[in-house]
Nanobody, 123 residues
Framework: QVQLVESGGGLVQAGGSLRLSCAASGRIFSINGMGWYRQAPGEQRELVAGITSGGSTNYADSVKGRFTISRDNAKNTVYLQMNSLRPEDTAVYYC?????????????????WGQGTQVTVSS
């Protein structure tokens, strides 16, 4: 009932920048927390950054000072600005959102994931 569509991944040299976007659509009543996770080959998926509906943010230690998460509530969209990229940032990046949807008999809240977008940083 909710689709999260990511865009903005790609190949970049070390030190470069990329901006990821994730737009949510569907029978959305409200969106609570949103975030970005990443998963490198052979590794577990890890939280990169999160943002509440009120705009409070949190970051993994490895990206603090380099990545910035933001959201546009009117567009149901979350962004991840990634600067000073390093080869170790290479991974598939996934958007995540906690969404309350309109149901036939009321509302329901669930967690949704995007399909992932590849970010590759060359040295």
């Amino acid at each position: 009932q909710v689709q999260l569509v990511e865009s903005g991944g790609g190949l970049v040299q070390a030190g470069g920048s990329l901006r990821l976007s994730c737009a949510a659509s569907g029978r959305i009543f409200s969106i609570n927390g949103m975030g970005w996770y990443r998963q490198a080959p052979g590794e577990q998926r890890e939280l990169v950054a999160g943002i509440t509906s009120g705009g409070s943010t949190n970051y993994a230690d490895s990206v603090k000072g380099r990545f910035t998460i933001s959201r546009d509530n009117a567009k149901n969209t979350v962004y991840l600005q990634m600067n000073s990229l390093r080869p170790e940032d290479t991974a598939v990046y996934y958007c995540n959102a906690r969404v309350t949807t309109v149901q036939a008999m009321g509302v329901a809240t669930g967690t949704y994931w995007g399909q992932g977008t590849q970010v590759t940083v060359s040295s």
